[in-house]
């Protein structure tokens, strides 16, 4: 794979950079908001935070569509998102070493600040990017100076730290100061590793503006890798608060500690006794993964030029295991964080339903198979509206089970039962189709439906091992079998990742047994060069690298020189 063009690889990259800044940020704003003892100096902290959450959120999908979509639209939006949160970022920076050189300078009158200072403290970076961010992009004469924006900042901060350093030497100090001290140091590690991940990203910036280099052609590989340095300049301060501050890794491992808050229940609701963090992360990442497979599955299904009919029975099939990922995980981790009955009770209904649609739709796909294989002629000559039947009637059926089971409660104890009708069917379907290989030779197009058979065998095999230890579980609990053994929470959310994970057998077996579906997605990885003469615009840490596109595209804006950001 050629790095040197934006391709697969890189929307990974800059998407899993994006999921880790979002996941670290609102679990870091989380804590503050949490520890008992709350200092007026977290809520400086909280907007720094809440200045890198924004990139996760905001700038690095900006910065992914506006090199997928192309779009000059995309790209301004981009560019003006990512400079203000830039040099939001980089002005509370400057903020805090003031807060901080104040705390260890002035320790009474810092102690005697009133709540209106901090308001005024919290307030002042996003202003000032808010008006410099609308100065730039309306009057192009300044447009230039943008460079040098950060520079105030950075000046505060050296002048702030060294003022620290200086009143450190030349004082013992009691405790507190102590305290005040290594949270300056803290904080001063954050600043210089901001400036780290930053830098590389400036001085290209100043070389490209000032024309040093500009026959130096510089290659998309670097640009995206400064990009990438410059990104995770918003995950600095995830990664250094827990070693730093005792505070924040105490409640952090108050967190992680397990804890019991359910007793004596099913597996079948959201059970949690030992819900922590670790567990958070896990489902998490896991819904992610299923959201992101089985879109890209949708995605290419319906961009292949030869798109066969059985390739909506498998979209219907990627929707439900979709479904999954956007609602049953996530309600599910809401049960357990939230433990109200309510939630329980949304997660359970849809639990059932994504879970019935799933294992319908294989039996479904099984015995559209074996007519295939079977009844060739039949299969060729079957009409659109066989389809359309064979798609609705695994979701009718799943809402009208889930609708009764729920309603009458003297038929939930058959919610067991109910996926004992497609598994069956499934079995018949895959031996008539054993059966029928076996004894008839087979042409080419024969011989095609019988290794699709294989596959959607393979998938239906996958997912009863992925979901049957949860279903003994049930079984075993309605009947009472073991009712005078407990269950470890343990054991219950190891059956739960492994019934979730179902949603993903589709995403990986589908590459490795479809040619079809493995030429598209190979046609996806491919590298495309869409950008040359790579340019970029004057921005800081949060600011842009621009791309003047190629004189052919057909995104090129009004005027030739006019710079598109990305």
């Given at each position: 794979m050629d790095?040197?063009?934006?391709?697969t690889f890189w929307l990974l990259c800059f998407g899993l950079l994006a999921i880790l800044i979002v996941v670290g940020n609102t679990l870091t704003i989380w804590i503050f908001l949490k520890q008992k003892q709350r200092k007026r100096t977290s809520f400086l902290?909280?907007?720094?935070?809440?200045?890198?959450?924004?990139v996760g959120l905001l700038t690095i999908p900006l910065f992914i569509g506006a090199y997928e979509a192309s779009l000059i639209t995309v790209d301004t939006v981009f560019l003006r998102v990512?400079?203000?949160?830039?040099l939001a970022s980089i002005y509370t920076l400057g903020v805090i070493s003031l807060e901080r050189m104040f705390a260890?300078?002035?320790?009474?009158?810092?102690?005697?600040?009133?709540l209106r200072a901090y308001i005024c403290a919290i307030a002042t970076p996003w202003i000032m990017a808010t008006i410099i961010t609308v100065l730039v992009f309306t009057l192009n004469s300044v447009r230039g100076l943008l460079i040098f924006c950060p520079a105030a900042p950075l000046i505060v901060m050296c002048l702030a730290y060294y003022v620290i350093w200086k009143k450190q030497r030349s004082s013992v100090g009691n405790q507190n100061q102590s305290r005040e001290a290594r949270l300056a140091k803290t904080l001063f590690l954050i600043t210089g590793a901001s400036i780290l991940t930053w830098l590389p990203f400036?001085?290209?910036n100043i070389v490209l503006q000032f024309g040093v280099t500009e026959n130096i052609l510089y290659s998309t590989l670097t640009i995206l890798l400064v990009r990438v340095l410059q990104f995770s300049n918003s995950l600095v301060n995830v990664i250094i608060y827990p070693f730093r501050i005792p505070g924040f890794r105490k409640t952090l491992r108050r967190m992680l500690r397990c804890r019991q808050r359910f007793n004596d229940r099913a597996p079948t609701p959201a059970v949690s006794s030992s819900w922590n963090i670790f567990w958070l992360l896990c489902f998490g990442l896991l819904a992610i993964l299923i959201v992101f497979g089985n879109t890209i599955t949708i995605w290419i299904f319906l961009k292949q030029k030869q798109r066969k009919r059985t390739s909506f029975l498998l979209i219907s099939l990627s929707v439900a295991d979709l479904l999954v990922g956007l609602l049953s995980i996530p309600l599910?981790?809401?049960a357990y964080e939230a433990s109200l009955i309510t939630v329980d009770t949304v997660f359970l209904r849809v639990d059932v339903f994504t879970a019935l649609a799933s294992i319908y739709t294989l039996g479904v796909i099984s015995v559209e198979r074996m007519f295939a294989f079977a009844w060739p002629y039949h299969h060729r000559t079957l009409k659109l509206r066989a389809y359309i039947c064979a798609i609705a009637t695994p979701w009718i059926m799943a809402t009208i089970i889930t609708v009764l089971l729920f309603t009458l409660n003297s038929v939930r104890g058959l919610l067991i039962f109910c996926p004992a009708a497609p598994l069956i069917v499934m079995c018949l379907a895959y031996y008539v189709i054993w059966k029928k290989q076996r004894s008839s030779m087979g042409n080419q197009n024969q011989s095609r439906e019988a290794r699709l058979a294989k596959t959607l065998f393979l998938i239906t095999g996958a997912s009863i091992l992925t979901w049957l230890p949860f279903q003994i579980l049930n079984i075993v609990l309605q009947f009472g079998i073991t009712a005078n053994f407990s269950y470890s929470t343990l054991s219950i959310l190891l059956v739960r990742v492994l019934q979730f994970s179902n949603s993903l057998v589709n995403v990986i077996i589908y590459p490795f047994r479809i040619p079809g579906f493995r030429n598209t997605l190979w046609r996806m990885l491919r590298c495309r060069q869409r950008f040359d003469d790579p340019a970029l615009t004057p921005a800081r840490s949060g600011s842009v690298v621009s791309l003047k596109r190629r004189k052919s595209s057909n995104f090129l804006p009004a005027n030739p020189n006019q710079e598109i950001a990305l």
């Open positions: 790095l040197n063009s934006w391709n902290l909280i907007s720094l935070s809440v200045a890198d959450l924004l990512d400079v203000f949160t830039a260890v300078a002035w320790p009474y009158r810092h102690r005697t600040l009133k400036q001085i290209l599910f981790i809401a």
